[in-house]
């Protein structure tokens, strides 16, 4: 009895771990902590990211990159723009596209 209390206990220790991990792959999340300063919840910019003449990311020209060229600006940057590449994951910027194809439909 005593084994299955600390299998259970185990187990629920991993799967609070793993979806701390998911969280840090979501895409809304990322989104929050890392763009919306400057892109705005919606995508279509704040008043600093027009200071710093972001674009808007439902713009014609951004609807038209692929997803391989938005993850490039992503990593490298562009322009105002920092690079994440050395602090999000591959995974983490497929999500964080994910989300504003997603706010790109609104």
Same mark, same amino acid.
Do not use: Y
């Given at each position: 009895m005593k084994m299955l209390t600390v299998?259970?206990?185990a187990a629920a220790v991993v799967c609070s771990l793993s979806g701390v991990a998911s969280g840090q792959n979501? =895409?809304? @999340? %990322?989104?929050?902590? +890392? $763009?919306?300063? $400057?892109? =705005?919840?919606d995508g279509k910019g704040t008043p600093t990211g027009a200071a710093l003449k972001v674009v808007n990311l439902h713009s014609p020209a951004v +609807? #038209? %990159?692929?997803n391989?060229?938005?993850? @490039?600006?992503? +990593? #490298? =940057?562009?322009n105002m723009m920092p690079a994440f590449g050395n602090s999000l994951t591959s995974p983490q910027i497929e999500s964080l596209i994910s989300h504003i194809r997603e706010l790109q439909k609104k």
């Amino acid at each position: 009895m005593k084994m299955l209390t600390v299998f259970f206990s185990a187990a629920a220790v991993v799967c609070s771990l793993s979806g701390v991990a998911s969280g840090q792959n979501n =895409g809304a @999340t %990322l989104f929050q902590s +890392r $763009c919306v300063m $400057c892109h =705005g919840a919606d995508g279509k910019g704040t008043p600093t990211g027009a200071a710093l003449k972001v674009v808007n990311l439902h713009s014609p020209a951004v +609807r #038209k %990159l692929s997803n391989a060229e938005m993850a @490039t600006v992503i +990593r #490298k =940057g562009k322009n105002m723009m920092p690079a994440f590449g050395n602090s999000l994951t591959s995974p983490q910027i497929e999500s964080l596209i994910s989300h504003i194809r997603e706010l790109q439909k609104k």
